[in-house]
């Protein structure tokens, strides 16, 4: 992140090949960070919650915005990142995904990196994104956008008969399009927002009404 300098965690040199490839290492000296709940409490080892960091990496805050900085550095001097993550017992961290990402469907919190690394393991697929999108009974269903490698074809069907008794029932995509590429903006940046928005409408859908 550009706001802490860039970086809070980091592997080393003489850190064993899994951990600097499957992770993004431990905290940088002279940093403190910490994974927390809804609720601003710490998690345990292996749990899911939102990334903060403090120290002297992080910005003093953002120029002449004020208010946006409250709502990205509390108090304390903690800057929220908004992405989700995880820590091992040995201190080693891993990015999730991101908190506005996140599904929530029947109250079960579904996070789509974890659902796209899967898919990324079927033959056909060259890139995948995942999103959710609105459901009268769950509050929020699955989609996946799939670009097929050249050459290849496969249906929805095919998509979901591969997740079938390989991960749980309740994060297999329920709906499937296939695409030849995916929205973005003029830096790179994949757009969900723009794909929830074209479901939406595609499957006249109406956002969920929540009590």
């Given at each position: 992140m550009t706001e802490t300098s860039p970086v809070s965690t980091q592997t080393a040199v003489d850190d064993a090949l899994d951990r600097r490839v499957s992770t993004v290492g431990r905290v940088h000296p002279h940093v403190e960070v910490k994974i927390v709940d809804d609720e601003g409490r710490i998690v345990a080892p292996g749990e899911t919650g939102e990334f903060c960091t403090r120290g002297y990496v992080v910005m003093r805050g953002y120029w002449n915005d004020a208010e946006r900085t409250?709502?990205?550095?509390?108090?304390?001097?903690?800057?929220?990142?908004?992405?989700?993550?995880?820590?091992?017992?040995?201190?080693?961290?891993?990015?999730?995904?991101r908190i506005k990402d996140m599904v929530i469907r029947?109250?079960?919190?579904?996070?789509?990196?974890?659902?796209?690394?899967?898919?990324?393991?079927?033959?056909?697929?060259?890139d995948v994104q995942v999103i959710g999108v609105p459901d009268d009974k769950y509050g929020e269903e699955l989609c996946a956008w799939v670009r097929l490698a050249d050459g290849e074809s496969a249906s929805e069907d095919?998509?979901?008969?591969?997740?079938?008794?390989?991960?749980?029932?309740?994060?297999?995509?329920?709906?499937?399009?296939?695409?030849?590429?995916?929205?973005?903006?003029?830096?790179?940046?994949?757009?969900?927002?723009?794909?929830?928005?074209?479901?939406?409408?595609?499957?006249?859908?109406?956002?969920?009404?929540?009590?």
């Open positions: 409250a709502e990205a550095i509390d108090a304390a001097g903690w800057m929220h990142t908004g992405d989700l993550a995880t820590m091992d017992e040995d201190g080693y961290f891993n990015i999730v995904g029947g109250g079960e919190n579904l996070y789509p990196r974890e659902i796209e690394e899967f898919l990324y393991r079927h033959p056909k697929i060259a095919d998509i979901r008969a591969f997740c079938r008794g390989q991960i749980a029932h309740h994060k297999i995509p329920r709906y499937v399009k296939f695409v030849d590429e995916f929205p973005m903006t003029v830096t790179g940046k994949i757009q969900k927002f723009a794909m929830r928005e074209t479901m939406i409408e595609e499957l006249g859908l109406g956002e969920a009404k929540t009590a």
